[in-house]
């Protein structure tokens, strides 16, 4: 995933450091870009209009045009620029269209109503007007332009990214971009395809091979992964014959309060679904009864409670360190004592220790000792909880997800998981693995607890500590994902179900 200068830089590398010209790189571009619509387009039925504007996005249009025609498809090119003003690869392209025979129409004289009537005549507009270096307000021609595209009842189709769209995801709102049905983008994702409400504009997006080396990309851009199936089928642990409970990881789940019996429940069965050998729950003795009903597999460990929540762990060091190989603290907790254990874990117990939800309302107290920590820190805050932990607007956060993330991981030393949509995971080094399953259905209260429990049950199970939380996030947002194109509307999915049919997700990777 890149930024449009990182693209832009990756171009220029390939182009002059490894040898492959810019000709070829725009002639791949439209090639692929062609191959995949084939399958969206019917030969008979469909009148393609393909709107081309200067700079090498309407270079790609023209390499379009020429194959789209060459295949017997009915399009019409409409230019905004003069044909003057074409320079360089894109210049190129259209000579060899125009050498073909081929007909370019300008817009240069119709009028805005005329603009409305031929956009209605097609089926498809394919929008090669504006590519990732664009930034700034839209000018006339093509904001005019851009208006009636989006009023059009055809299939839109854009080239590498909506024409307006920022591919930074830097620009304030109002936003007037092309609001595309399909885009798709060249060799790398582009930074705000993940970002909303940019990645409201892209429609189905697609990622297609252009031939750029994978050198090239290393060579530039920063260090973002979209996590996959294959990473997950590659990584996923698998249990061996001769295992027994103490070999995939005793943890402990600090969590609950009177006010809350839910939280732990959900997160404790969620960690013993995703196989954690032992689990143990610190809870409010006050609390106890009622978990207890609802939760036969763990063990307990009971606190003194103070207003129904956890008043002191009344755990050693010593037995903390021997006892656990990872801990969990958060969910359900309540805020109403000072939550000195969690300033206790930060600075005595040195194992992995995932901290969610009322823990990470706690945590902004203890910033000092998580900067100190030597042990494995895991943070799974939601946009409202980081927002309190960085003390900045929500908004401002949404709109900076990528920077704020990698510059609070670095600064503490921490795996930051900003959960969302397209949750990131970012390491202590700055790396950063985008999430891509899931769907508004997680939009819930208890889906955080879930994936606590997962999160502490794969890394207690995985050596890779990156692999074993995108792993977690990835299989959770799978849940999601399994009911409602199971015919379970996202309204009705609730938190315990993504427990309950986890069974059937990890069938899909263990066995493939």
Known sequence: MVTGVEMRQIDRYTIEEIGLTEELLMENAGQAFVNHIISLLDKK?????????????????????????EKGYHVDVWLVPPVSKVKGTARYHMDIY??????????????????????????????????????????????????????SHGNILSVDIPSGLSADGNVDEPILAVKATHTITFQCPKLSSFLFPFREYLGELTIVDIGIPKRAIDQISSERFIWTEEDIIQT?????????????????????????????????????????????????????????????????????????EIATLNLSNEVLDNR????????????????????????????????????????????????????VTVLTPHVGEFAYLMNEPIEKIEKNRFQFSKQFAEKYGVYLVLKGPYTIVTTPRGKQFINTTGNASLAKGGSGDVLTGMVLALIMQQRDVQSAISNAVFLHGKAADYLTRNGWSPISVIASDLVTIMPHVLEQYQYS
């Open 45 to 69: 039925k469909a009148r393609i209009a393909v709107l081309i504007g200067v700079g090498n996005n309407g270079g790609d249009g023209f390499v379009i045009s020429r194959s789209l025609l």
């Open 98 to 151: 125009l050498k073909l025979g081929y007909q370019v129409n300008s817009f240069e004289t119709i009028s805005a109503t005329g603009l409305s009537q031929i956009f209605m005549s097609y089926t498809h507009i394919i929008d090669a007007l504006l590519g990732t270096g664009y930034n700034g307000p839209l000018r006339s021609p093509y904001r005019e332009i851009i208006e009636e595209v989006n009023r």
């Open 236 to 308: 996923l642990p698998v249990r061996k014959p001769s295992s027994h409970k103490g070999s995939h990881g005793k943890g402990l789940i600090i969590a609950g309060s009177q006010a809350m019996t839910g939280a732990p429940i959900l997160t404790a069965k969620a960690c013993h679904r995703l196989g954690a050998g032992l689990v143990t729950l610190a809870t409010p003795e006050t609390a106890h009864q009622a978990i207890a009903s609802q939760l036969i597999e763990a063990t307990f460990h009971l606190c003194p409670s103070e207003n129904g």
């Open 324 to 375: 656990y190989d990872a801990i969990a603290v958060g969910p359900g907790l309540g805020r109403s004592t000072k939550g000195d254990f969690i300033d206790t874990l930060l600075t005595s117990f040195n194992k992995p220790l995932i901290i969610d939800a009322d823990g990470l309302y706690y945590l902004k107290n203890f910033l000092p000792s998580l900067q100190m920590r030597k042990g």
